[in-house]
């Protein structure tokens, strides 16, 4: 009797590990998407100060992501990825010069430092390694 109640705690216990794996995971989905940004550094994005929206299209199968930062077509791949993490590869992309590349080079950089992020209903929201906001997106289908 002492033996099968033992078993069924340690059954039980990984029973829940992995209903909490598998709800964990569906967060992870909610970020292949496509996402505009809507904030840059704190401040709000004001879409006419570049070419274009910059956008943010997130891969998790395949680990990559891929868009624009106003001005240039951006790629690369996700180095790490968890519940909490989020890492970039170094980003490539076509070197089109436009009028205003403070966007573009801020966009840059927020790639660059983000180190995790959080989602809120259609929101991401990409942190440094702080928990700093740098850059936030809006989903868009």
């Known amino acids: ?34 996402w505009a940004l809507v904030l840059i550094n704190g401040k709000a994005y004001d879409e006419h100060t570049s070419n274009r929206t910059p956008l943010l299209e997130i891969h998790i199968e395949d680990l990559k992501i891929l868009g624009n930062d106003g001005c240039n077509s951006v790629f690369g791949d996700i180095e790490v990825l968890t519940q909490k993490d989020l890492k970039f590869g170094p980003m490539a992309g076509t070197k089109m010069i436009c009028p205003n590349m403070d966007i573009s080079q801020a ?29 936030q997106f809006k989903k868009l289908d």
């Open 1 to 34: 009797m002492r033996y099968t109640l033992i078993c069924l705690l340690i059954l039980s216990a990984c029973h829940m590990k992995k209903d909490t794996a598998k709800s964990s995971n569906m967060d992870i989905t909610h970020l292949q998407n496509i």
């Open 107 to 135: 966009f840059a950089n927020g790639l660059e430092k983000t180190r995790g992020y959080a989602l809120h209903e259609s929101a991401l929201i990409l942190l440094d390694d702080k928990d700093k906001e740098l850059l």
